[in-house]
């Protein structure tokens, strides 16, 4: 009754084997609770495959983050006046900051925060392609802190009415926290937008280069991803792709074009009928190029993941405690 | 009398300024998790104390707290080379025996300061305690633990002391014109201040073998005159890439 | 490493030495729970995980990650190998058997009809 959760951190390898010897009893209890619209917490019984799935996803949301901070952190140093150094000092912490959240969300599935960290660094676990892309200029920092962080909010409101516990949870203050992203980045962008010719001209290019990997930035579109019929039974996968970036296109794309900023893609319209936003089909080569590591950045990204790892190895073990032994965390 | 009292904002300024500058170096590379968090929160509050700072001026008709930052030439500082030397080899030894160093000398700046008969800067300086206190427990914390932890850390603290000695000597270099601040009451002799840092930090040093002897003069002579406007030979780097978007279109907004 | 970032820049060559990196077990520390006071009177709440080395450390790291932007008066830290709790299984252990109201105040709300009911049979009688 009670106890606390000892995992051995690669038992999750061994899980996904099991998915046929599900409890049928269990599993109609488990999913009856989620169509109550009640949320799964780490000590309930779930099918091997909600938690690998559930995992995998997280996972990949925490490396995101910490990756995320690299193209942004580039600018730190050379950010143009006080308020934009701090805040952009202040956006990057959030990002590490919930990396650490959605790791210690994960953790609370069985999987170590080691384990992933040798994941992502070993190529084994993605993130998202995106932060593939280099932030050339400071111009640059704008357009991903408004559109790649309204993406973002987009993908994570829609999680947040998810079903796991922790992961909900960790969302609700991430949501609150990208909030204030947001409304820093849209300054920015119209401190250049209505800046000087060369501010606008530099936003403006910085867009065009931007614009393929944000159409990239929620996927494939449905017909050629793959069904994933349990992970919405489950609220796991909670919208598809293609609503989401519906969404995005439907609160961004005005807002591009009352700043007098064109968008490289002259088809881009929406169908007065339907309602949808019709555009040029992004060139889904390049996102699978980028993905399976041929993108302009991913060599450094990790290089400099491995590097900040190792770097910071003395350090930790250097306070590691003589006796600790790892113990799940809870919630 | 203006001139001196600019003078000394601009010390403590420039110091923060570039402090929190060099901090912010490691946001995203920091050891784990959760110190590259909480370093970075020390970088904001350095980087706004400056900012501070600066505002004490802006309210007597000087320039505005950007345009003290941003749009200086480099004999115009007056900030220590302690702050201005670089994250060297990104050694977390290095970048926490600095911080140690310079939030002992803060912690002793700002007490002094609160009893400032210049009123605008007693009161930023209590404001500012509360900060420092998070920065001067994080720094001991980590100090008095890493000393006393594995022969790498020791190894890799010892170098770092030997490396940063004369310039955190060096932050206790007096002021241009400092005996009219100090009869004004404005702020102790720079040498009182030497001397309470050093009662501060030699008993937590001692313990873990990281004290040793003040430096020699012919260490600290080339670090002298910082205050009067000599730059390290970092400085050049350091300042261009602090002003690489500003200073590409200087009349904009951004 | 080409890199854009003078950061980077500046931790080369040491930067691309490193090829393959294998965290071992408890490489970032155990965890503690963290449990923030936000007002005086009120209840200290959990609000999520961290790794740290000791419990001063915990605390100093907690500070920034969970009450940077929070308002708190008091920060907890707790081991999570400190914390007992219940089993899911055991969820129907909070779950009553048979009626309590008996020990609940909407127990008691046929006391007033009890005393009108007695009230009317009175009146006739005045």
């Known amino acids: ?331 | 009398m203006l001139e001196n009292l600019q003078t000394l904002i601009l010390a403590l300024a420039d110091d923060d300024l570039f402090m929190g500058h060099r901090h912010a170096e490691w946001i995203g590379l920091g050891p784990i998790l959760e110190e590259d968090i909480a370093f970075a929160s020390i970088a904001q509050d350095e980087t706004g104390h400056a900012q501070a700072y600066y505002q004490i001026l802006t309210d007597l008709g000087l320039p505005s707290p950007d345009e003290w930052a941003f749009r200086r030439q480099p004999q115009d500082f007056r900030c220590a080379h302690l702050v201005e030397l670089p994250n060297f080899d990104y050694d977390y030894a290095i970048a926490l025996l600095r911080h140690f160093l310079y939030d002992a000398a803060e912690k002793v700046r700002l007490q002094a300061l609160t009893q400032s008969t210049y009123e605008p800067l007693s009161l930023l300086a209590r404001r500012l305690q509360s900060e420092e206190k998070y920065h001067w427990l994080h720094a001991r914390t980590w100090i008095e633990r890493l000393g006393r932890s594995t022969e790498e850390a020791h190894q890799r603290l010892l170098a770092a002391r030997d490396l940063l000695w004369p310039y955190a000597w060096a932050l206790f270099e007096p002021l241009p014109n400092e005996p009219e601040m100090v009869s004004a009451g404005w702020v102790p002799p720079s040498q009182t201040l030497r001397e309470e840092w050093v009662t501060l930090i030699q008993p937590i040093l001692e313990p873990i073998g990281l004290w040793k002897e003040p430096p020699a003069p012919a260490e600290l002579t080339p670090l002298l005159g910082a205050r009067h406007g000599h730059r390290s030979p970092y400085f050049e780097q350091l300042y261009a890439e602090f002003t690489e978007v500003s200073a590409s279109e200087p009349e904009a907004d951004w | 490493m080409n890199s854009l970032d003078p950061r980077i820049q500046r931790a080369e060559p040491r930067l691309s030495r490193i090829t393959e990196v294998q965290l071992p077990p408890l490489d970032h520390w155990p965890t503690y729970e963290v449990f923030v006071q936000r007002t005086r009177g009120g209840h200290a709440q959990h609000v999520g995980s961290l790794h740290a080395p000791d419990p001063d450390l915990a605390l100093i790291l907690a500070k920034e990650q969970y009450a940077r932007r929070s308002q708190c008066v008091s920060l907890w830290v707790v081991p999570t190998e400190a914390i007992l709790w219940t089993s899911a299984e055991d969820e129907d252990l909070f779950h009553p058997a048979t009626d309590k109201s008996y020990r609940e105040p909407q127990g008691y709300l046929h006391t007033r009809e009890r005393l009108e009911k007695y009230r009317d049979r009175l009146k006739p009688l005045s």
């Open chain 1, 1 to 331: 009754m009670y106890g606390n959760l000892v995992v051995r951190p690669d038992d999750i390898e061994n899980w996904g084997k099991k998915v046929h010897e599900e409890d049928p009893e269990k599993l109609a209890e488990f999913e009856a609770r989620i169509d109550r619209g009640e949320k799964i917490e780490p000590h309930d019984w779930m099918p091997f495959e909600y938690r690998r799935q559930l995992i995998r996803l997280i996972e990949q949301h925490a490396h995101s983050e910490i990756i995320g901070a690299l193209p942004e952190g580039t600018w730190i140093t050379r950010a143009p006046n006080f308020r934009r150094k701090l805040a952009l000092m202040a956006k990057v912490q959030d990002e590490v900051g919930h990396a650490q959240l959605l790791y210690s969300a994960a953790e609370t599935l069985g999987k170590s925060r080691e384990a992933m960290i040798n994941d992502l660094l070993s190529g084994k676990s993605k993130y998202s392609n995106i932060f593939n892309y280099p932030a050339k200029t400071w111009a640059d920092t704008a357009i991903i802190a408004w559109l790649v962080d309204a993406g973002a909010i987009i993908n994570q409101t829609t999680n947040s009415k998810g079903s796991y516990g922790p992961y909900v949870r960790a969302l609700e203050r991430i949501c609150w926290e990208e909030s204030f992203h947001l409304k820093y980045g849209y300054d920015s962008v119209v401190h250049l937008a209505t800046g000087t010719p060369r501010q606008r001209a530099t936003l403006q290019d910085a867009l065009n280069r931007w614009w393929r990997p944000l159409m990239h930035f929620f996927g494939p579109p449905d017909q050629q991803s793959i069904h994933t019929e349990k992970l919405v039974r489950w609220k796991v996968k909670l919208a598809t792709n293609d609503e989401m970036r519906q969404q995005f296109l439907d609160m961004y794309v005005p807002k591009i074009w009352e700043l007098g900023l064109t968008i490289p893609d002259p088809f881009l319209h929406k169908d007065p009928d339907t309602g949808k936003w019709i555009y040029t089909d992004p060139d889904w080569e390049e996102f699978w190029r980028v993905i399976n590591g041929n993108g302009p950045c991913n060599k450094e990204r990790l290089a400099v993941r491995r590097f900040a790892e190792e770097n910071g190895r003395w350090v930790r073990d250097a306070l590691r405690p003589k006796n600790a032994h790892y113990v799940t965390p809870l919630a």
